[in-house]
Structure formats: structure tokens, C-alpha cells
């Protein structure tokens, strides 16, 4: 297939003929989130077909957004992941990830959701001056996907796995994990439902809650 062109001389034009054709920047997102295997860009982009996913992993590895690397844990394998020329796409991805939550309803129920995408969510409503003088990490357990926020003086850090001496672990699934960071629903409303379980500091969730943007509502009290 041909390649589109807008043949202006502009950056904004040429960035868009580089990441502006459908599928390439939730390609981009999912790099962002972590490196990922063929197959795993495949499940979490479904609609895109084998055919084109790998016209675009061709496209941006010979532009150098991305590249392929041999992955040794935690099995030996191939993945795709962003190099740092694809790593300066984060700051455009987080702002229009920021810009488009104020237009996204309720999920219809024939839309795809994966709980991974909402860590992008986070990341973009981040703000490190609520977090200048505090230091928490808690791990996350969401319908299968374990990963880690660890806010530390002002930075945020979001990983895939297991987190090293965590002062909270929280259990919970994929639509309320989602509705508490959109704001969707209330800490306690979905403790009382028995969809929210934290081993450790209550306090330190709920805190990093409020760091995060998710509910500045969300109290001490929600968790007594």
C-alpha cells in the first residue's frame, strides 16, 4: 500500500505522515506501557488485522521510532519496543490522552477495554506538585495484570510486575479500577461491593489516590 502524504512543508504535516495514519499512535501507546511481543500487539489491537499491524511495525522501525529487541525475561523472546526518538512521543500522547478524557462517556459495551491503557490515564493527569514532598509505592493486582505506582517526591514512576516492599497491595478488577482513576465512582462504594481489597496501609491508597488525580474526593474516612 501506498504512503499517504499531506506534501506540506511542516512539521506538524510531517509528523502526521509519520504517526498520524490509523492504528499508529495506540501502536505507540502500547510501547509506552511496555515493550510487547508481536502477538500481545495483536490482542490488544484486534480490530487492526496481522496484515497491517505489521505494515506499521515496519514503517516505524525504518523511520527508527521503534525497533525490535530480544527480551530475556520472563521468557527468552522478541518484542517491540520504542526508541528514544519513539520515547519523545509520550509527552504528545499524554496530553492528547488528557484532552480526550473529557469526551469519554460511559464504555458502550461492544468496546474493547484493557485495565493497562488506563496507566496512560494516570500518567497524564499527573501532577508532580502534589506529590513534591511525598514518597509512597503501592502494587496494583487488576484482572490478572500486576504492576506497581511508586510516586516519589514529585515523579511518578508506573511499572509492569511485582514491586519491591510496597507499603500497599490493592486487588480489584478492570471496570472499577477504571471508573475510580475517570471518576466514575467512589473508593468506599466499590469497597462496599467487595470489588477493592488493600493488604497494608489504606491510608497510602488513598493518598495516592488524591496524588493522582483519580478523586480529590476520595477521604480518610473510606477506608475506616
Known amino acids: 500500500m501506498k504512503k499517504r502524504s ?16 490509523r492504528w499508529t499512535l495506540l501502536i505507540v501507546r502500547e510501547l509506552l506501557i511496555a515493550p ?15 496484515n497491517l499491524l505489521a505494515e506499521r511495525l515496519k514503517t516505524l522501525m525504518n523511520l527508527g521510532v521503534i525497533e525490535q529487541i530480544v527480551q530475556l525475561t520472563p521468557c527468552v523472546s522478541k518484542v517491540y519496543q520504542l526508541t528514544d526518538l519513539g520515547q519523545e512521543l509520550e509527552k504528545p500522547v499524554l496530553a492528547l490522552t488528557q484532552w480526550g478524557s473529557q469526551f469519554l462517556k460511559k464504555k ?36 490478572g495484570l500486576i504492576f506497581y505506582i511508586r510516586v516519589d517526591e514529585g515523579r511518578l514512576e508506573i511499572k509492569l510486575g511485582a514491586a519491591e516492599n510496597p507499603v500497599a497491595t490493592v486487588k480489584t478488577d478492570g471496570p472499577s479500577f477504571a471508573a475510580l482513576v475517570l471518576g466514575e465512582s467512589r473508593l468506599k ?20 489516590m488524591q496524588i493522582l488525580c483519580i478523586q480529590d474526593s476520595h477521604t480518610q474516612s473510606e477506608i475506616a
Not at 499531506?6 to 495514519?21: H, R
Request: proline share 7%.
Open 6 to 21: 499531506y506534501q506540506q512543508y511542516c512539521p506538524l504535516a510531517t509528523g502526521l505522515d509519520i504517526i498520524g495514519q
Open 36 to 50: 510487547k511481543r508481536y502477538k500481545a500487539l495483536l490482542e490488544n489491537l484486534p480490530g487492526m488485522g496481522t
Open 189 to 208: 462504594d466499590i469497597i462496599v461491593k467487595g470489588a477493592f481489597k488493600i493488604t497494608g496501609s489504606g491510608l497510602a491508597v488513598v493518598r495516592m
Open 108 to 143: 458502550p459495551p461492544k468496546f474493547l477495554f484493557r485495565p493497562e491503557w488506563v496507566l496512560i490515564v494516570i500518567k497524564a493527569a499527573f501532577n508532580p506538585q502534589k506529590a513534591a514532598y511525598l514518597s509512597i509505592c503501592c502494587e496494583w493486582h487488576v484482572d
